[in-house]
């Protein structure tokens, strides 16, 4: 396996952000270096396409309010409707295809960038497991368990088993 090639830059940044910068890294023990690179990846790989495509940042606590304000009903056709529709469309602007790569890279994306929670996903030959847990209580576990089924569904032609608890939902299909 061959490293990523690198290239040296020189630039300027404010004083305040070298020093917030330099605190972080020193806080998670990295080398500034690896710090900034992260953040560039971050930008360049996730938050261009976020920002082009409208997304809207919502806390964690406001999306639960409003879930506890909707109905099972409503909320199942809301997960549904965003998974198989604005899911896709964002996998197809970022990555022009649809393929497991991808929707696993948008899947990375709904849970570490967007907040949907914490996750592990396991993708071997025949199968692909996806373990998730968030803070959004059943109505969010609902929300998940409909959205992910749907996204699968649309955008792999997979169907998949999930099981759901208050804080938790674990999908899996075949790969």
Do not use: P
Not at 31 to 48: C, F, M, P, R
């Amino acid at each position: 396996m061959c490293a990523k090639k690198s290239d040296s830059v020189t630039f300027r940044i404010d004083e305040k952000y070298d020093k917030a910068l330099r605190k972080i890294a020193d806080e998670q023990k990295i080398s500034l270096n690896t710090l900034v690179n992260h953040i560039l990846g971050n930008y360049v790989e996730t938050e261009v396409y976020l920002q082009k495509f409208g997304t809207l940042k919502l806390s964690t606590d406001s999306f639960r309010r409003i879930l506890a304000e909707l109905d099972d009903k409503t909320i199942v056709d809301v997960a549904i409707r965003a998974g198989s529709l604005e899911a896709k469309e964002f996998i197809l602007f970022k990555w022009k295809e649809l393929n497991l790569q991808s929707v696993t890279g948008f899947i990375k994306i709904f849970f570490d960038v967007c907040g949907f929670g914490r996750y592990d996903i396991v993708v071997d030959s025949f199968k692909v497991v996806l373990s998730a847990h968030h803070d959004l209580k059943e109505k969010g576990s609902l929300y998940i368990k409909y959205f992910l089924e749907s996204l699968i569904r649309t955008s792999l032609d997979k169907s998949s088993k999930t099981t759901i608890t208050e804080d938790s939902v674990t999908i899996e299909f075949q790969a």
